[in-house]
């Protein structure tokens, strides 16, 4: 048929297609290639951007979590806690942290790490942040050799380790109300802080470490004085009730004070590390300064109560010393009881002409006692009670010299002006009951009996109608006396008025008597010119007062 011959001719001019091997990669094969480079360059870059890994253990894990618990430092950020797990033990939380790039440049051996946690102390609220943030450990650089290894505090530094200045030890007998972070003041301004404490080595005083900080470190010198300013201080002895009070962080947390005596005169402030004593108070740092000190014994016979150790020494009300020892001693063999008290002579308190004190306590004091120099107990504080030893001369005390045959010289003492008073009280009541009473009562009745006699007897009686009589008379005889003066008063005192008259100053008798002198005197000159006259001439007497021949 037709019309299927053009069929086949035309299937015969289809051309055919010829498939090639193509030898280039597919495109499809750069997508793994072009993830494994990312994923290359991307761990690269956290290796590199990878800081280091620490360890650090704590006594508990409070408020720490894996993966959310940050570490910082001044609130930065430098790390995240991955792990938190217990140790083998069972003792301590160990926590893993990654820190950032850079970070092992303060990974050191000094460096400190703790848990950051609301906290109240005696240096104040801290952490209060944490109570919406969450807990964080914060990291404080330090030096030494690099580690990755660490134990956390469990408290916070007092003092952080980029804070300058300077830190002291102070030896102290008892710590009072101070406890770690308690303030450093100098002149009731904070400038440090207490930074820990601990039992010394002798396990009788403590040791106190504490942080000054600049600038203030320079006001601490080799001579400075600390002492203990906690809370508030009261003192019931010899001058009274004393009270003294540092400041009100002070009364509530504790504290130390210090001064420096010198700090006005040029000088290098006191080196690190350098050991001070630590004074229980303001008082006693006044009493420090006076280091020598010549030991005495007094013996007295009465009673001391009110006696202390500290008790004042005193020379006519200036403090020269104070009482150390109070003793009871008694001597079986001599069947005596006496009171040594031992008391310590300050001769920094004394000034003396040419140092003799110093050179030579003991023989002054000799020559002392020898001029009659005496100690004496005397009420120091009516209140209270307490007594003091006062050494004072008493010419009138029997004489006596310094003892010298103990381990100190012994003073002689006096009794007590109230020893004294009950002596004189004694020896009156002891003459009283010498006296032969009954007698003397006896007689004293009889005596009263006949005074009675005599004031009930007639005679009496008359005597005293007679003297009431005679009383009576003799002030009418006054009366009339009275009336009689009266008149002849008033006619003296007229003759008196008139004598005044007659020769007072401006009389005619006054003028007339002096008229009458003066013509007497002029009479008694010339009588005397004429008989010089006559005794130089004689013979005018014959020839005249001319006559001369």
Known sequence: MPGDRQSTTDLDDVPEVEVAARRDISIVWLIPLVAGVIAIWLGY??????????????????????????????????????????????????????????????????????????????????????????????????????????????????????????????????????????????????????????????????????????????LVRDNSRFWNASGFDISLGAGGVDVSVESLQSLLAGGIAFDTPTIDRPGEPAAAGTVFPLFDNYRAVTEARYTEKVFYLVYFDGSVRGL?????????????????????????????????????????????????????????????????????????????????????????????????????????SVPTQLEVLTAS????????AALPLPELVGDLRATVKSINSLVASPDTKDTVTALRDSATHLQALLGTLDQQLAPLLKRADSTLTSANTLVGPDSQLRYDMGSLLRELTGAARSIRVFADYLQRHPEALLRGKGGRQ
């Open 45 to 218: 870059t956290t290796l590199q951007q990878k800081g280091p890994t620490v360890t650090i253990t704590f006594a508990n894990a409070e408020g720490l979590e894996a993966g959310k618990t940050k570490v910082k430092y001044k609130d930065v950020e430098v790390g995240l806690v991955k792990h938190v797990a217990i140790s083998e033990d069972l003792s301590r939380i160990v926590v893993t942290a990654a820190m950032v790039k850079g970070a092992d440049r303060f990974l050191n051996q000094d460096t400190r790490f703790w848990i950051v946690r609301p906290r109240i102390g005696a240096a104040g609220v801290s952490g209060l942040g944490t109570l919406v943030s969450g807990a964080y450990v914060e990291v404080d650089p330090g030096a030494g050799e690099p580690t990755t290894r660490f134990t956390g505090l469990e408290e916070p530094p007092p003092i952080r380790s980029d804070i300058a200045g300077r830190r002291y030890h102070l030896r102290a007998v008892r710590l009072g109300s101070i406890s770690r972070g308690s303030p450093i003041y100098y002149h009731d301004i904070q400038v440090g802080q207490v930074l820990n404490y601990e039992l010394a080595d002798d396990q009788k005083s403590l040791n106190v470490d504490v942080f000054v900080a600049a600038p203030h470190d320079q």
């Open 308 to 412: 202390r150790p500290g008790a004042p020494v005193e020379f006519r009300g200036m403090r020269v010393g104070s009482v150390t020892d109070v003793r009871l001693e008694i001597d079986p063999k001599k069947d005596t009881v006496r009171i040594p008290v031992t008391i310590a002579i300050e001769p920094e308190r004394v000034t003396m002409v040419g140092g003799a004190l110093r050179t030579d306590p003991y023989a002054m004091m000799r020559s002392l006692v020898a001029g009659g120099l005496r100690a004496q107990l005397k009420a120091s504080n009516l209140l209270t009670g307490e007594l003091l030893v006062d050494l004072d001369f008493h010419p009138e005390s029997p004489p006596a010299k310094l003892d010298d045959s103990g381990t100190y010289p012994a003073i002689p």
């Open 425 to 432: 009280v004694t020896g009156v009541l002891n003459k009283l």
